[in-house]
């Protein structure tokens, strides 16, 4: 069955960096998008952006752009997401999901930004 | 960016009894091709999202026919012909039709 298995929480001081990964199982990696969404305490889901796992080409919501990164590795049927210069506001879990319509989700990986 | 609204944010609903949600994009989210780009999806307590329903209308693999989407251009219906306990969450309508994809800001569906 097709399952997506984030990396553990983690705990970041303002400014810096934060990598979460994504691995995909139960299905041809490179089929399918994975799309990043996150969600904050009490707000609506927010869409990050996404990457062809094929072909490695990505989009990002303007919001992000200039400070998020999404990459893969085939071989590892891993994708990966980079948040740079995090703030208080960026403190959410972030979830990847499959392909177009979001069809499964990963487990989430909350990243927290406190000094 | 594309603008979705739900209503209403809270449902209490008695089990066996129907419910409805609404939602409103600021756009249309019909295409070309005829399909609504809007998803339905629901997030159970403690856990992830998962998808009920695509293009308005189509329920996702091994959601129950009590579920069913309609409408289209700009308005949205997701309801449920008889609510179990099982369907407790927060349901999200979201647009695909084009980015950023856009999230309404969620109902939350709970047993009286």
């Known amino acids: 069955q097709v399952q997506l298995v984030q990396s553990g929480a983690e705990v970041k001081k303002p400014g810096a960096s934060v990598k979460v990964s994504c691995k995909a199982s139960g299905y041809t990696f490179t089929t399918h998008s994975i799309h990043w969404v996150r969600q904050a305490p009490g707000q609506r889901l927010e869409w990050i952006g996404w990457i062809n796992t094929g072909n490695g080409n990505t989009e990002y919501s303007q919001k992000f752009q200039g400070r998020v990164t999404l990459t893969r590795d085939t071989s590892a049927t891993t994708a990966y997401m980079e948040l740079n210069s995090l703030t208080s506001e960026d403190t959410a879990m972030y979830y990847c999901?499959?392909?177009?319509?979001?069809?499964?989700w990963g487990q989430g990986a909350l990243v927290t930004v406190s000094s | 960016d594309i603008v979705m609204t739900q209503s209403p944010l809270s449902l209490p609903v008695t089990p066996g009894e129907p419910a409805s949600i609404s939602c409103r994009s600021s756009q249309s989210l019909l295409q070309s091709n005829g399909y609504n780009f809007l998803n339905w999806y629901l997030q159970k307590p403690g856990q992830s999202p998962q998808l009920l329903m695509y293009?308005?209308?189509t329920r996702a693999s091994g959601v129950p026919d009590r579920f069913s989407g309609s409408g289209s251009g700009t308005d949205f219906t997701l309801k449920i012909s008889r609510v179990e306990a099982e369907d407790v969450g927060i349901y999200y309508c979201?647009?695909?039709?084009?980015?950023?994809?856009?999230f309404g800001q969620g109902t939350k569906v709970e047993i009286k």
């Open positions: 979201m647009q695909a039709r084009q980015t950023p994809w856009t």
């Open positions: 293009f308005g209308s």
């Open positions: 999901a499959r392909r177009g319509d979001l069809d499964s």
